[in-house]
């Protein structure tokens, strides 16, 4: 799918064939991707918070169980996903403090700088928060 401009200069949406045609027509702004991340991240914690349910309720079948689940998750490849964890929380944090700020009021030509504003912010805290967790040390012996 692409934009022309036809002779008065105006656009025209060509169209769009093929599986992706349905994303392609619509007009891709900031606040369209913010919103989808928001979502996306949302479903992301909420699919965390039944793995975390999960691995904790094996203490209720008793300490070897809960040794043995955390065997499992005690992997650097955990360690990584909590780190994106970490990136995916904040992210969902940032778009909800953006959308109070544009509910509170904020000017609508003051969007896209919220938006760099707060993902700047976003990204100095994903980054400390990466720097703390990023050394691998196995809690289970």
Not at 6 to 18: D, F, H, N, R, S
Not at 56 to 76: I, K, Y
Not at 126 to 131: R, T
Request: include cysteine; hydrophobic fraction near 55%.
């Amino acid at each position: 799918m692409s934009h022309c401009a036809t002779p008065e200069g105006t656009t025209v949406l060509q169209k769009a064939e093929g599986p992706l045609a349905i994303w392609l027509k619509y007009r891709w702004n900031e606040g369209m991707v913010a919103f989808l991340l928001s979502r996306l991240a949302a479903l992301v914690v909420a699919l965390y918070l039944i793995a975390h349910l999960m691995v904790t309720h094996t203490l209720a079948a008793g300490q070897e169980s809960f040794d043995s689940a955390m065997h499992v998750v005690d992997r650097p490849i955990f360690k990584l996903l909590e780190i994106g964890l970490i990136g995916v929380i904040i992210a969902h944090a940032i778009q909800g403090s953006r959308v109070v700020a544009l509910n509170l009021g904020l000017k609508s030509r003051h969007r896209k700088t919220l938006l760099v504003v707060i993902g700047l912010i976003g990204l100095v805290l994903f980054l400390a928060g990466a720097w703390v967790m990023f050394p691998y040390r196995s809690y289970v012996p």
